[in-house]
């Protein structure tokens, strides 16, 4: 990744774009609910300044092109509803794992399926890369159904030496 590969993308009820700092209170709750982080071990963010720095550090690492990290909208609305994130970039910049977050209220409805979708589409088409990898922790059933519709596999022989509970699951590009 040599220029900057951020793109908004668009789909048929979304819009994914980049981070501001007017999404500070959804980053904080996001990333401090209790519910929405019960299988997810992450720094929370339980403060404006905490959410600030994030969206700050976040979106250096996006200009440095160590991450691209998305805000999930509905179109016509502009309020952060979710995220999702390609990160973890292999050295080579074939694979890169991905990861997201939906607030509760939202789920359910298709709107991480359809995220999903066009952030692998945006990965193997546009930055050409060969695999993308998910963290998911065994008991967090809506994410391993969602990694499953999304033709990812379970790599049986791969632990994840930080959380013993989590599951890595892996697509690779179609040849």
């Given amino acids: 990744m040599h220029q900057n590969n951020f793109t908004e993308i668009t789909t048929e009820r979304l819009v994914l774009r ?3 700092e007017t999404d500070w209170e959804m980053i ?3 990333r401090s609910d209790k519910e ?6 992450r720094p929370n963010a339980p403060s404006k300044e905490k959410a600030l720095e994030f969206i700050s550090k976040t979106n ?4 440095n092109n160590s991450i691209l990290y998305w805000v999930i909208t509905e179109k016509g609305k502009n309020e952060m509803i979710g995220s999702i994130c390609l990160w973890n970039f292999s050295e080579d910049k074939k694979k890169a794992e991905v990861g997201y977050d939906l607030s509760p209220e939202f789920q359910r409805k298709g709107i991480m399926d359809e995220s999903l979708k066009n952030i692998l589409k945006f990965g193997f088409n546009t930055l050409l890369l060969d695999a993308i990898v998910a963290y998911t922790q065994y008991n967090n059933e ?3 159904k969602l990694l499953k519709r999304n033709n990812f596999k379970l790599v049986e022989d791969l632990k994840d030496e930080e959380n013993e509970y989590n599951r890595i699951f892996e697509i690779k590009k179609e040849a």
């Fill in 60 to 63: 250096n690492a996006i200009d």
């Fill in 18 to 20: 980049k981070l501001k």
């Fill in 142 to 144: 809506s994410s391993v």
């Fill in 28 to 30: 904080s709750y996001l």
């Fill in 36 to 41: 929405v982080n019960k299988f997810v071990k």
